[in-house]
Structure formats: structure tokens, C-alpha cells
């Protein structure tokens, strides 16, 4: 891994130097052909690691707008690609956690894995009764792993320079992998927010589809679902434009329902975890990665939801205090703090027009005002509760950019608040 991360960061240094005393064209070649060989690096450095560090490579491939696209295109394999462990090693593990034999709990089973994660890899059974199951096994002595990625994730982020000089955020980070992480490696807990989501979705979102859980074939490092099967979001791109706006409006009320109807949200926007059909149907998938919503961080979401719908400061200002994103003990931000936000995110929340995703400049957008911010930021924190609400809201944005919706994304927030504000009359 030190020996990845030295030789990303000294070829980008090199091209940079090397670019600097050239045309403005060979100057871009230079560069483009610095990160594709960088990507290239760590995409295979990374489909040799377990954990974080290979979910933030997964992460980093679909974030095509704020990373360069000659970096994020090789990482994309790791979405796929990722190695796979021996099958012997596979069985073990199985084998232990199940406490039986292979050939007692399942007709057949597949010895080569569809699909490898971050935390262990899935293979296609038949159970004993003849029904198709998706087995997910988690690879070995996975916990003792997490400080060595947490750091290696460190190390990641600084040579890809996407945090350069930022060390708090680098920690923060770094926390949030580690907490993620240790929830991914309890299956009991996967098949439980799985099982829940899905009594959930069959009752509001006919169209999604979260395959059962078989409890007495799963423990505590194997989970067996009912196998179902969807097309990727790559295949999804070549949907007619109605179908992947339906797709896309989906994606986002399946995002906000979630949090204000079912108090928990799916927090992996890997795109692999999607399964796509031509209908507009929506498949999820693995929900080791689950944020629990309490009431009141769900009040302190509506509220700043709707400050930005009514384009109210001081709604505003009560959500941003309630999320732990202002200090409470600060004044208020002033005027320009107000004007900057809502010009930073109004795009989106246009009260008559379609939100462009794909041809959208807003992740550009977030990036230049960010600086325009540092003047506020012994007024504001880091709401450490959300950070993995953010991660999910980056990574849909970036799943979006490439399906290439439009969304009536007020539409979409007003009836989930409304729907919302109705079942808390109901209760009460």
C-alpha cells in the first residue's frame, strides 16, 4: 500500500512539472495520461485489500464530476473486479458459521464468486428445497483489519490529494469508515435492516424489490438472500430518457421516504447495489452499511429541508443548529452566509423546472463556493451524526450524473414532508 501511494503521488508530481513546461494540450495529455495510470495503480493495488479502503475506491469511481474521469474509469472495475479469496478459505468460513457442511445445507453451490465486496463475496446456491439464493461470505478475520484500512484509507485520500491539508476531515473520514466498517462485519444486523427494509418497501414502493433473507442458512459472517437478479446502472444508462427519469424520481423518494417514514436509510450508494429493469423497477441490494434515524435528527432534517424549499434564513438557522452543523453558542451567520448557501444549492430545488443531473454543474459549483465558506467556519462544525447521510447524498448525486435523470427534485422533497407530516398527525 506505501509503495501504491508513493508512486501515485510522485507520477502526479512529475506530470505536473513535466506539464508546466508545455503546451496548453500536451500539458492536458500529460496529466490525463498521469491519472489514468494513477487509477490503473490503485484500482489494482485495491482489488488485493479487503474494507474501506476498496469501498472508497468503489466510491471514488462514480464521482466523475468532482474527480478527474481519467482517474475515476479504471477504478470502475472495482465494482466488479475486485479478488476474490481461494474457495477453500470460503468453505471454512462457511462452514464454521453455519455449523454443517456445505453439501447438508445447500443442493448446490457455486465455487466461483458473482460478486466480490469490500467485507466478503456472494455466491449463487440452490438451497435444499430448489430455490435460487445469493450467499454473501465474509472473508476472514475481517476485524483485524479495520485499524490497518482505516489507516491505509488515510494514506489513500492524501495521495489521490483530495484532502490535502485537511487533517480533521481526514479523521472524521477516517471515523466514519471505522464505524461503517464495524457494522458491515455483524450479518445478524444486515439481515435485520434488510428484512425490515423490505417489509417497508413492499408496502410504499411496489417497484422495489429487496430480496427475502433465509434465516437458518445465514449467522453471523453469512447471509443467504433469494437470488434477484438486475441490470447495472452501466445498462440502465441505455433506458429511453423517460425510463431513467422514472428511475432516477424512484431513487431519490426511495432516499427521503427512508429517512422520514422508516427512520433508516440505506447508507452504500455503491452502484452495485442497485439492480435496474427496463419497467422502471428498482432492485436493492447488501445493507450491512445502515444509518438509524432518531426523531429528532429526522426533525432536524425537515426542518432545514424546509428553510431551503421556502428560502427562509431563519429556518434555516434553527435546522442547521438542530443538525450540529452551527455552533450553538455562535451569533448567527449574516446575510452573505444566507445568499451563498441558496445560490450554491437552489439548482435542484427549482419550483417549476426539472433538475438536469447529468448536465448539471453543481457538484463544480459546491467546490468553488466552498472557500467563499472559510470565513464562517468558527461558526460552523461538521454535524457528525449525518456524515453518513452526506456520503449517501454524494454518491446518489453521482449515480444520478450517470443515469442521466431529470428530477422534479422539490416535488419529490415536498410530498415525502407532506406524507411525513401526516403520519405524525395520525400518531398523535
Known amino acids: 500500500m506505501s509503495a501504491m501511494t508513493t ?15 508545455t503546451s496548453e494540450e500536451n ?5 490525463n495520461a498521469s491519472y489514468r495510470k494513477s487509477g490503473e495503480t490503485i484500482a489494482r493495488t485495491l482489488s488485493e485489500l479487503k474494507g474501506p479502503v476498496m469501498k472508497f475506491g468503489q466510491m ?29 478459505v470460503i468453505r471454512r468460513q462457511l462452514e464454521s458459521d453455519l455449523n454443517t457442511p456445505i453439501e447438508t445445507a445447500f443442493r448446490e453451490f457455486e465455487e466461483s464468486p458473482f ?26 478475520d475481517m476485524d483485524q483489519y479495520v485499524d490497518a484500512d482505516v489507516s491505509s484509507l488515510t494514506m489513500l485520500l492524501k495521495a489521490m490529494g483530495t484532502a490535502s491539508g485537511q487533517n480533521d476531515a ?13 457494522l458491515e462485519l455483524d450479518f445478524t444486523l444486515e439481515a435485520k435492516n434488510q428484512t425490515q427494509l423490505r417489509h417497508f418497501h ?90 438509524q434515524f432518531t426523531e429528532d435528527e429526522a426533525l432536524a432534517i425537515a426542518t432545514l429541508l424546509h428553510g431551503f424549499l421556502d428560502r427562509d434564513p431563519d429556518t434555516i438557522t434553527l435546522g442547521l443548529r438542530q443538525i ?5 453558542d455562535a451569533p448567527p451567520p449574516d446575510d452573505e452566509f444566507f445568499q451563498l448557501l441558496l445560490e450554491m444549492l437552489s439548482l435542484p430545488l427549482h419550483p417549476e423546472r426539472p433538475f438536469d ?16 465558506f472559510r470565513k464562517y467556519r468558527k461558526q460552523l462544525n461538521i454535524p457528525h451524526r449525518l456524515l453518513l447521510l452526506q456520503r449517501v447524498n454524494v454518491g446518489s448525486y453521482g449515480n444520478l450524473r450517470k443515469l442521466g435523470a431529470k428530477i422534479h427534485v422539490r416535488s419529490v422533497i415536498e410530498e415525502t414532508l407532506r406524507k411525513a407530516a401526516a403520519v405524525k398527525s395520525e400518531s398523535t
Open 202 to 291: 413492499e408496502v410504499h414502493h411496489p417497484y422495489v424489490t429487496i430480496p427475502e433473507v433465509f434465516p437458518q442458512l445465514s449467522g453471523t459472517r453469512v447471509l443467504t438472500s433469494a437470488f434477484v437478479s438486475g441490470e447495472s446502472i452501466e445498462q440502465a444508462t441505455a433506458y429511453p430518457a423517460q425510463t431513467r427519469d422514472l428511475i432516477g424520481t424512484r431513487l431519490l423518494q426511495i432516499l427521503y421516504d427512508q429517512i422520514f417514514l422508516a427512520g433508516m436509510l440505506h447508507g452504500d450508494p455503491n452502484p452495485s447495489n442497485y439492480g435496474f429493469a427496463p419497467d422502471g423497477g428498482i432492485v436493492l441490494y447488501d445493507f450491512g452499511c445502515v444509518k
Open 27 to 31: 500539458r492536458a495529455q500529460k496529466l
Open 357 to 372: 443531473v447529468a448536465h448539471s454543474d453543481m457538484h463544480l459549483r459546491v467546490m468553488s463556493y466552498l472557500g467563499r
Open 115 to 140: 460478486a466480490t465486496a469490500s467485507v466478503g463475496q456472494v455466491h449463487r446456491a440452490t438451497t435444499l428445497d430448489g430455490v435460487e439464493v445469493a450467499v454473501k461470505v465474509q472473508f476472514p
Open 324 to 328: 450540529g452543523a452551527l455552533d450553538p
Open 60 to 88: 471514488a469511481s462514480i464521482q466523475s464530476g468532482f474527480l478527474p474521469a481519467a482517474l475515476t474509469a479504471p477504478l470502475s472495475q472495482l465494482r466488479q473486479n475486485a479478488k476474490p479469496e481461494p474457495f477453500e
Open 7 to 21: 508512486g501515485v503521488a510522485g507520477r502526479h508530481l512529475g506530470a505536473k512539472i513535466i506539464s508546466a513546461m
Open 170 to 182: 481526514l479523521k472524521k473520514v477516517a471515523a466514519e469508515f471505522r464505524h461503517n466498517l464495524e
